[in-house]
C-alpha cells in the first residue's frame, strides 16, 4: 500500500512563490509516474506535472504552468519525497492540489482516473 501526504500549500498574493511537498511511502510507485493535479471548485481534476521514477527522471508540464512549476523528486529505498515549486503565481492557480501515483504508464498524458493512489490535498490560494 502506497501512503501519500501533501504539505506546503497556503495563500499567496499573485507573483508569489510556494512550494509543495509530498511524502511518498510504501514503494509501489516506482518505476512509474509522481504527479500533480490540481481541482478547483467546480472544475474537473487537471495533471499540472509529472515525473517519471526508476529511470530517466524525465518531467512534463501542463501547457497552462510550463516556465512557471517545476516538478523534483528525491527517492531510494521505498521512499520519495515529491516537490512542486510554484513561481510567478496567478489567481488561475488557486486550487486543491493533489499528489498521486500508482500508474505505470506515458506520464506525459497524466490520467487521473488511472492513477491508484492519492494523497489528501493540500489547499493553494492565490490573490489579485
Known amino acids: 500500500q502506497v501512503q501519500l501526504v501533501e504539505s506546503g500549500g497556503g495563500s499567496v498574493q499573485a507573483g508569489g512563490s510556494l512550494r509543495l511537498s509530498c511524502a511518498v511511502s510504501?514503494?509501489?510507485?516506482?518505476?512509474?509516474?509522481l504527479t500533480w493535479f490540481r481541482q478547483a471548485p467546480g472544475k474537473e481534476r487537471e495533471g499540472v506535472a509529472s515525473?517519471?521514477?526508476?529511470?530517466?527522471?524525465?518531467?512534463?508540464?501542463a501547457e497552462s504552468v510550463k516556465g512557471r512549476f517545476t516538478i523534483s523528486a528525491d527517492d531510494g529505498n521505498g521512499r520519495a519525497t515529491l516537490f512542486l515549486q510554484m513561481d510567478s503565481l496567478k489567481p488561475e492557480d488557486t486550487a486543491m492540489y493533489y499528489c498521486?501515483?500508482?500508474?505505470?504508464?506515458?506520464?506525459?498524458?497524466?490520467?487521473?482516473?488511472?492513477?491508484?493512489?492519492w494523497g489528501q490535498g493540500t489547499q493553494v490560494t492565490v490573490s489579485s
Open positions: 498521486a501515483t500508482g500508474y505505470f504508464g506515458v506520464c506525459e498524458y497524466m490520467p487521473a482516473q488511472r492513477h491508484r493512489y
Open positions: 515525473i517519471q521514477t526508476g529511470g530517466s527522471g524525465t518531467t512534463y508540464y
Open positions: 510504501g514503494g509501489a510507485y516506482f518505476g512509474g509516474c
